[in-house]
C-alpha cells in the first residue's frame, strides 16, 4: 500500500532529504519546507520504502500537495517475534 | 454502598454458570467503576439501559450504559426516559456523569416515540451541559441519534473498533454512491483526525474506561492548586526548545515539564491529531487540574488557523464550565494566511476564541515560551482578553509580526534606494533597530502587557502561585459544540 505525505502548510522547499529506496519510519523527517519564517518539517506518515519523491528544493508547494510517496513494508510473512498490533486504520 | 451483581444473562440450561456477554451493561459498567465501588440505580423491567452511581479515581460518579447485547442496544423511549433520568440525578448530586454507548440508533418497533426519547436524551444533555462534566464512552456502533447524544457532551473517547455517524455505509451508497465501510466513514481514523468528533481514542474498551476514568476524575476535581507542592526551581524547561528561532519543535515535552508528574497521566491531550497545530488538554499544577492551551509549533510551525481556534475555543469554555482554570503556552507565528482560510471562516472560527477567552472567568495564565506575533498574540489569552496573568521567558519576542518582516514592510523604499552592496547590512541594522523598539519583551513589559519576565527554572513556581491567588471562578454557561 503506498501512501503519499502531503504538504501541512503552504511553503517553499528548503531541503529534501528523502531518497526513493529509503527506509522511513513514521515520524521521520523527509524533507523541511518554509513557511511564516519558519523551518518546517515534512514528517513520514508512515514506516516503509519512500517509493517517490515529489519535491525539490525551491519548489512553491500548496497545503495538500503530495511531497513523497512512501510504500508500506509487507508485513514479515514468518518469524515467531511478537508484533505491534496496529495502531491505524487505513486511511 | 456495594450491591451483588445481579446475572446478565440466564442460567444455561446445562446448569453451567453464566458468562456474561462483554456487550451487557453491568460488566461494563463494572469495568468502570472503582472496586466495589457502584450500585446499580436502575436496571431491568424490560428496559435496556442500566444507570449506575459510585466512584471513578475516587470521585464520584454516575453512569449509565446501553445493551449492546440487544437489539444492537437500540433505544426506545424507556430506554431513552431512563438515560434522562441518569443525567437528572448527576445533576442532582452535582457529580460527572459518564454514558457507555453501544447503540444502532432509534428502535424501529417504538416509532416515533423512539425519536422523542432521543430528543428528550439531547434535551437532558443540554441542559446540564456546563453544570455537570458529561463524558461518553463509545463502546461499539454509535449511529443516528445514538451519535448526536455523545456529540453534546463535553467530552467522547472512542474504543478500538467504536464507530459514530449519521447514516450508515448502506444508506450513503443508495444515495450518493460512494463506497466506504463503516469503520472508514466513522472510525477511530474519521473522527480522530478529519472531523474531530472524538476527543480520545482509545486502544481497547479498557482503554477507554480508563481514559474516561482518569478524565472524570480530572474535570470533576474541585481541589485549589497548593504551591507548596512545586518546587522552588527545577530543571531548565528552555532546554526543551531549539537555538535557532526559525526551528520547530513539539511542544509535548515541554507540556510535560510544566505540569505535575503524575505517573503516565500527566497530560491528557484531547482531540490530539485534529488540528495539532494547537494542543488542548488536562493536566495538574499543584494538585489542582488545569485545562492546558498551547501551540505546537511542530505542526503547521504553530501557526493559528480556522480550525485550531474552534478546537481551542471549545475546550476553553468547556474548562471555564467547570471552574478548571486555563493556562496557556505561546509560541505562535501569526494566523495562517490563505484563501482556504478565509473562505473556511478564519473570521467566524478565530472570533469564537476570542469570545471563549474574553468570557472565561476561571483563572487564566499566559507564558510566551519565544514569540507571539499579530492576531494570534491577541487570541492566546493576551491581558486585553483578561489574562490573570501574562509571564515571558526572556529574550521572547511580542509584536506585530517579526521584526525582518516589519522592516521589509516599513523600509521598502529606503531598502530599494540602498546600492546593492550596502543592502544586506541596511536590513540588518534596520532588524535590529526594530526588535529593540518594537519587537523585544521590554516594550510589553513597559506597557503592562507582561507582567513579568520570570526565569524559566521558576516557571512551575510562578504559575502555581498565579494560579493560587487568583480567586476561585467558574462561568455559568453550557458548553456548546463548537
Not at chain 1, 39 to 65: F, H, K, S, Y
Not at chain 2, 171 to 188: F, H, N, P, Q, Y
Not at chain 2, 353 to 372: D, I, W
Request: hydrophobic fraction near 45%.
Amino acid at each position: 500500500m503506498k501512501f503519499a505525505t502531503t504538504a501541512e502548510i503552504v511553503g517553499t522547499v528548503l531541503e529534501v532529504f528523502a531518497r526513493p529506496g529509503d527506509r522511513v519510519a513514521r515520524g521521520d523527517t523527509l524533507g523541511v519546507l518554509e513557511s511564516m519564517k519558519m523551518e518546517i518539517p515534512v514528517l513520514a506518515e508512515r514506516t516503509g520504502v519512500v517509493a517517490e519523491v515529489m519535491m525539490a528544493a525551491g519548489c512553491r508547494v500548496a497545503e495538500g500537495d503530495p511531497l513523497v510517496v512512501v510504500a508500506e513494508l509487507p508485513a514479515p510473512s514468518t518469524g515467531t517475534a511478537a508484533q505491534p498490533a496496529p495502531t491505524e486504520s487505513k486511511a | 454502598m456495594t450491591v451483588q451483581l445481579p446475572p446478565t444473562t440466564r442460567p444455561r440450561l446445562d446448569g453451567a454458570r453464566p458468562e456474561p456477554d462483554p456487550r451487557s451493561p453491568l460488566p461494563r459498567l463494572d469495568r468502570l467503576f472503582d472496586p466495589l465501588s457502584f450500585e446499580v440505580t436502575a436496571a431491568g423491567g424490560g428496559i435496556d439501559v442500566v444507570v449506575a452511581r459510585g466512584r471513578v479515581e475516587g470521585v464520584p460518579a454516575v453512569a449509565f450504559c446501553t445493551d449492546g447485547s440487544r437489539q444492537g442496544g437500540a433505544l426506545g423511549l424507556a430506554e431513552a426516559d431512563r438515560i434522562v433520568a441518569a443525567i437528572d440525578l448527576a445533576v442532582r448530586e452535582d457529580c460527572p456523569v459518564i454514558g457507555l454507548w453501544h447503540c444502532g440508533g432509534a428502535r424501529l418497533s417504538d416509532g416515533i416515540e423512539a425519536l422523542h426519547g432521543f430528543a428528550r436524551i439531547f434535551a437532558a444533555t443540554t441542559a446540564a451541559s456546563g453544570r455537570i462534566p458529561q463524558i461518553s464512552v463509545i463502546l461499539g456502533p454509535a449511529a443516528g441519534g445514538a451519535a448526536y447524544g455523545p456529540a453534546l457532551t463535553d467530552i467522547v473517547v472512542m474504543a478500538k473498533g467504536a464507530k459514530m455517524f449519521v447514516t450508515g455505509p448502506d444508506v450513503i451508497r443508495s444515495v450518493t454512491g460512494e463506497e466506504i465501510d463503516a469503520e472508514g466513514l466513522g472510525g477511530a481514523e474519521a473522527h480522530g483526525r478529519r472531523s474531530g468528533v472524538a476527543h480520545v481514542i482509545a486502544g481497547s474498551d479498557d482503554d477507554a474506561l480508563a481514559q474516561a476514568r482518569t478524565l472524570a476524575a480530572l474535570v470533576g476535581d474541585r481541589r485549589r492548586c497548593d504551591p507548596a507542592l512545586v518546587a522552588e526551581a527545577e530543571a531548565d524547561p528552555r532546554r526543551l526548545l531549539p537555538d535557532n528561532p526559525r526551528r520547530v519543535y513539539p511542544i509535548h515535552p515541554v507540556i510535560r515539564a510544566l505540569l505535575d508528574e503524575a505517573g503516565a497521566a500527566t497530560f491528557i491531550e484531547l482531540q490530539a491529531d485534529w488540528a495539532p497545530n494547537l494542543v488542548v488538554g488536562l493536566g495538574r499544577i499543584g494538585g489542582a487540574t488545569v485545562g492546558v492551551v498551547a501551540n505546537n509549533p511542530l505542526r503547521r510551525g504553530g501557526c493559528l488557523d480556522s480550525v485550531s481556534a474552534e478546537k481551542a475555543s471549545r475546550f476553553v469554555r468547556m474548562c471555564d464550565g467547570f471552574g478548571v482554570p486555563l493556562l496557556v503556552l505561546v509560541d505562535v507565528p501569526g494566523y495562517l494566511p490563505g484563501v482556504g482560510q478565509e473562505w473556511d471562516g478564519v473570521v467566524r472560527r478565530g472570533a469564537k476564541l476570542l469570545y471563549a477567552f474574553s468570557e472565561a472567568v476561571v483563572p487564566r495564565v499566559t507564558l510566551v515560551l519565544r514569540k507571539s506575533y499579530g492576531g494570534a498574540y491577541i487570541a492566546m489569552n493576551s491581558h486585553g482578553l483578561g489574562a490573570t496573568r501574562v509571564f515571558a521567558w526572556p529574550e521572547a519576542e511580542v509584536a506585530v509580526m517579526g521584526a525582518e518582516s516589519a522592516v521589509g514592510i516599513l523600509h521598502r523604499r529606503a531598502l530599494a534606494a540602498a546600492p546593492d552592496h550596502e543592502r544586506a547590512e541596511l536590513r540588518r541594522r534596520l532588524t535590529e533597530d526594530q526588535r529593540r523598539s518594537a519587537g523585544g519583551v521590554e516594550r510589553g513589559v513597559a506597557l503592562g502587557l507582561i507582567d513579568q519576565i520570570i526565569d524559566p527554572r521558576r516557571t512551575r513556581a510562578h504559575l502555581a502561585t498565579a494560579l493560587a491567588d487568583a480567586p476561585a471562578r467558574r462561568g455559568r454557561h453550557g458548553n456548546i459544540p463548537l
